[in-house]
């Protein structure tokens, strides 16, 4: 009897660079649990893989920012007698205005479902991953977490941050176990995200197209340095520039020019 394919669970799949990521797995032969609010879209998903590539994809819908969907999630997975060997930590918010000005519980949705969640499902699908000597972590993070804090994003650019760091530790922990651990990090991505908080159009207008990447060369990108087990994968080389430059400017620098981008962009977070 031939050995099963690895499955692969992804979070945030329904769009974007989740369900791009998604297509990659599959095309090297992985077999995938998709999950994500929008259950049509994820079964339209699952369908397209299982005809283009032959494997086996399932549709788990769940909100992320609910209590328990993790276990939910893992749960479905274990009811279909699989194990999960990779996990794409996809999901994402992208709230937008000052934080005073914010409700507190979108605040706390988003920590759930970009943070507390990203690290509940890493932990509870690691001890199978080194126990089976093979595992793929992936953390979507972004160069937002490679750069100093920006208004306006109060949570997003510290909790990307964490993710970098969280990936970095992971990798460390798990050299030489099977394991293998990334953050990627794009930078603009023509996904539905920039639609959500409505900043699409004044940042096309106020960035250069060479600045941005679609989500597939984002998640080629990403499932090539997770091969590579490359702790951190900035895409695109003009990321990789300004990761490095903001490394290299004094700190104060970095953040007199993002204020001054901000005001180029029109946005007052003091009103």
Known sequence: MPEPRPLCLVTGASAGIGAELARVFAAHGWDLALTARRAERLQALAEELEAAHGVEAF???????????CDAVLGAVAERGRVVSGLVNNAGDGLTGAFAQVGWPEQAAMLQVMLTAV??????????????????????AS??????????????TPIKTFLVRFSQTLHLENLGAGVHVTALCPGF?????HDVNQSRAKLE??????????????????YAALEANRPVCVTGAPNRAIALASRLIPEDL??????WSQRRIGRRWSD
Do not use: C
């Not at 207008?205 to 990403?222: C, E, M, N």
């Open 59 to 69: 549709a788990i819908p769940a909100d992320l920012a609910q209590a328990g969907a």
């Open 119 to 140: 690290v509940e499902m890493s932990h509870k699908v690691l001890p199978g991953m080194t126990g089976r000597g093979f595992g793929r972590i992936l953390n979507v």
């Open 143 to 156: 160069l937002a977490g490679k750069l100093p804090g920006s208004p306006g994003q109060t949570l997003y």
């Open 189 to 193: 991505t023509f996904t539905e995200f």
């Open 205 to 222: 207008k106020l960035t250069p197209r060479w600045l941005w990447q679609d989500a597939r060369t984002v998640a080629r990108q990403g």
């Open 254 to 259: 970095a953040l007199s020019l993002t204020a």
